[in-house]
């Protein structure tokens, strides 16, 4: 005669088993983890033969080790894409005439057989700190992101507020040309 109890027991085991790989196997698929959005924020780093730029990007602040800026604010076109807006705290500064000092860097180059001098830094004192500045970002993935500094031959360097940064420094506006492709550090 067969024992009813340890039929009823193992068939309990089983059933609970399969009860359980299927919550396991529910909560695996409809659960998004941390890993599945690509975060902007971190260290990457772009190295050439010539050089290498370092970006650090936290939720507050941005530097490239030349300008800075705080006030962090991201405005994400899609999960992949955006614009950091940062407000200076150092920034570059440039003068034709020799400084005195030795805080300035030396510049020149040669265009139609004439040499053009300049000197600059990136300082606390520029006239863009206190100022609101872009970055955007593409192709953003967990390891790697396309940045570019917002640039455009006679565009604005800086503005006054946010609102203007947003409406300035766009993709549309001729800014945002050269990406450095980077990778998280």
């Given at each position: 005669?067969?024992n009813?109890?340890f039929?009823?027991?193992?068939a309990w085991?089983?059933?609970?088993a399969?009860?359980?790989s299927a ?7 409809s ?11 971190g ?6 033969d010539?050089?290498?730029e370092t ?5 507050t602040?941005?530097s490239?080790g030349?300008?800075e800026g ?11 894409a ?5 407000k ?9 005439e ?13 265009y ?16 863009d700190?206190?100022?609101w500045?872009?970055?955007s970002?593409?192709n ?7 940045i ?12 006054e507020t946010l609102d203007e940064?947003?409406s ?6 001729g800014y ?10």
């Amino acid at each position: 005669m067969r024992n009813t109890k340890f039929s009823f027991n193992r068939a309990w085991l089983v059933l609970t088993a399969l009860l359980m790989s299927a919550l396991v196997a529910v909560s695996f698929t409809s659960c998004k983890s941390d890993d599945d959005d690509a975060s902007i924020y971190g260290t990457w780093v772009n190295k050439t033969d010539t050089y290498t730029e370092t970006y650090k990007i936290t939720e507050t602040m941005f530097s490239n080790g030349y300008y800075e800026g705080n006030n962090l604010t991201v405005i994400e076109s899609s999960d992949s894409a955006g614009i950091i807006y940062v407000k200076y705290t150092k920034a570059y500064e440039s003068k034709t005439e020799d400084p005195n000092d030795s805080s300035w860097t030396k510049s020149s180059y040669v265009y139609n057989d004439t040499i053009y001098t300049s000197w600059y830094r990136y300082s606390e004192t520029a006239p863009d700190v206190g100022k609101w500045y872009a970055i955007s970002y593409k192709n953003l993935t967990d390891d790697t992101v396309s940045i570019s500094g917002a640039y455009k031959s006679g565009g604005a360097t800086s503005t006054e507020t946010l609102d203007e940064a947003v409406s300035e420094f766009t993709i549309e506006n001729g800014y945002f040309g050269t990406y450095s492709d980077c990778t998280r550090q």
